[in-house]
């Protein structure tokens, strides 16, 4: 397939990368320099999308989608599928996909989970939203760049389903760092701690394949100094764009909004910034209750 892709950042490049050496031939373009041996580069959208089958977005945030967006549509084959992978608000990815519809094009959201290493390995999940025909024509390239994709119903179903996701993980989060503070208070071993949640009810991804205490576990950003991983930051964007969507809504979400009120002071306010979302753990052991 003709593929242009926006967006070479961390998760971008890797992306685009895997699809050129299955053999597809791939342009990308992005503002800033972003250096591969493995795709063609394009100066401008407008040349990195005409005559593509399927233009892909990996791109920070929804203001940044909807302009890259409007410029590129007008310059796609009809019937072309536009293809995003950025993780933005529900509105916006609904906003964004009826414009391509206006456009005679197939739109898909199709947030990701996994991070810089899925896109590396190949291994992310996607979640989509959009036409069953659209799910079909990008379905070949969801297999090269990840492990699953789930389609999740029409449009804008792909980010509710992310944030949804990254809501629990958040909430989930939080409360794996806090029992880890809690017991060490308690005079718990931690391994022993590990031994007893990973296979009792307490159990949860953040506790069992990610765990936020140093050498406990299964290698995780907790033994890498908390490097990301996954960052704070990105985690504070996701629930942020929860509690986004909760209000347009009306949906109750006390734990989701507790959660963003937490990550918001850890990054905002103290030194969560940069560092991976599970160095929750370090912060609860540095504090004293009220
Ligand atoms: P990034 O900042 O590394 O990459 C974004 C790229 O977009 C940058 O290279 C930037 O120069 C480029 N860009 C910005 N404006 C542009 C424009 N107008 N035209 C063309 N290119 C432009 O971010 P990332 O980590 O690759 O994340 C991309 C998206 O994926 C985000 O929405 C993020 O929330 C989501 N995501 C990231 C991770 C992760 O672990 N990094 C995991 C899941 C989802």
């Not at 079909?136 to 029409?154: R, S, T």
């Not at 509710?160 to 806090?178: D, P, Q, W």
């Amino acid at each position: 397939m003709k593929i242009g892709f926006i967006g070479l950042g961390n998760m971008g490049l890797p992306m685009a990368e895997n699809l050129a050496r299955a053999g597809h031939q791939v342009t990308g373009y992005d503002i800033n320099d972003c250096p591969t041996e493995v795709i063609r580069k394009s100066d401008s959208i407008p040349t990195a999308v005409s005559g593509a089958d399927i233009v892909i977005t990996m791109l920070p945030n929804a203001a940044i989608l909807r302009q890259v967006a409007a410029e590129a549509t007008p310059h796609m084959t009809t019937g072309a599928v536009l293809l995003d992978c950025s993780t933005v608000d529900v509105e916006s990815a609904r906003a964004v996909a009826a414009q391509a519809e206006g456009a005679g094009l197939l739109p898909l959201d199709a947030p990701v989970s996994g991070g810089v290493g899925g896109a590396q390995a190949g291994t992310l999940t996607f979640m989509v939203g959009g036409a069953p025909a659209a799910f079909e024509k990008a379905l070949e390239l969801f297999d090269i760049m990840g492990q699953k994709a789930v389609h999740c119903g029409p449009s804008g179903n792909g980010q509710a389903a992310k944030i949804c996701n990254n809501m629990i993980l958040g909430v989930t989060m939080i409360g794996t760092c806090e029992a880890f503070a809690l017991a060490d208070k308690l005079g718990l071993d931690r391994q022993a701690m590990f031994d007893v949640v990973s296979t009792s009810s307490g159990y949860s991804w953040t506790m069992n394949a990610y765990c936020p205490a140093p050498g406990i576990g299964p290698q995780s950003p907790a033994d890498n100094g908390y490097k990301p991983g996954f960052a704070a930051d990105l985690m504070l964007k996701d629930l942020r764009l929860s509690q986004q969507a909760a209000q347009a809504v009306d949906a109750d979400t006390p734990m989701g909004q507790a959660a963003t009120d937490l990550y918001a002071q850890f990054v905002e306010a103290e030194d969560g910034s940069g560092r991976d979302f599970s160095a929750m753990l370090p912060r609860f052991e540095s504090r004293r209750r009220g």
